[in-house]
């Protein structure tokens, strides 16, 4: 099982630029989430996927937007980067939507916006 | 709303000596709990959760944790830091019933030879 992949590991934009960030799990898992990793301020969450065909708004969801393409498939979408998105993201599932089961997370992506 | 405060940004300690990672969270209704690792350039990794029951609970690589209702705490600890100890840890709490994990700002240990 390779758990939780995330594609492409570095990516450095243009202010105005778009992209997508994907990610894909193995573990059969109905949840999926994504967060930005910024120094001294922890994880955020971006948006979260409870099941397949349902997406619903984190902490920080302005300037971003994500598509559960299927049960495996989970995309971040940055229609318009600024500097302000330069993070590490990172891509998470877990077995069931409920914060009793553990998280499982992808290596990350290491975004700058210049 | 829930929130989590961990103590300390960054902790020294030498190679043998005990390492106490603190964490405290606000909610008036015992939460679940977990501690998080991660090493350089990966993703988090669980290192031990609290759901219910047993309220020290033992991770892996030799960390475990107390839940502590009356100090609404869930500190870490490992008695003897070995060098590949050094990562950041991070501690996250989830209200029962909600879907989300809420994380602290980290714990970045650094252990000397």
């Known amino acids: 099982n390779a758990g939780v992949t995330q594609t492409p590991k570095f990516q450095v934009l243009k202010t105005g630029q778009s992209m997508t960030l994907q990610c894909a799990q193995d573990m059969n898992h109905n949840s999926m989430y994504w967060y930005r990793q910024d120094p001294g301020m922890g994880l955020r969450l971006i948006y979260y996927s409870a099941s397949e065909g349902t997406t619903d708004k984190g902490e920080v969801p302005n300037g971003y937007n994500v598509s559960r393409l299927n049960k495996r498939e989970f995309s971040l979408r940055l229609e318009s980067a600024a500097p302000s998105q330069t993070s590490v993201y990172f891509c998470?599932?877990?077995?069931?939507?409920?914060?009793?089961?553990?998280?499982?997370f992808g290596p990350g992506t290491r975004l700058t916006v210049t | 709303a829930q929130s989590v405060t961990q103590l300390g940004s960054h902790v020294s300690v030498s190679e043998g000596a005990l390492v106490l990672l603190r964490c405290n969270y606000s909610?008036?209704?015992?939460?679940?709990l977990f501690w998080y690792v991660q090493y350089p350039n990966q993703g988090l990794q669980l290192l031990l959760k609290?759901?219910?029951?047993?309220?020290l609970v033992k991770g892996i690589n030799g960390f475990e944790a107390e839940f502590k209702k009356s100090e609404t705490s869930f500190h870490l600890t490992k008695p003897s830091a070995h060098m590949s100890d050094a990562a950041e840890y991070f501690c996250a709490v989830s209200d029962q019933g909600t879907d989300k994990l809420i994380f602290g700002t980290g714990t970045r240990l650094q252990v000397f030879p």
């Open positions: 998470a599932s877990s077995e069931q939507p409920s914060g009793y089961y553990e998280q499982y």
């Open positions: 609290y759901t219910t029951g047993a309220t």
């Open positions: 909610s008036s209704v015992p939460p679940y």
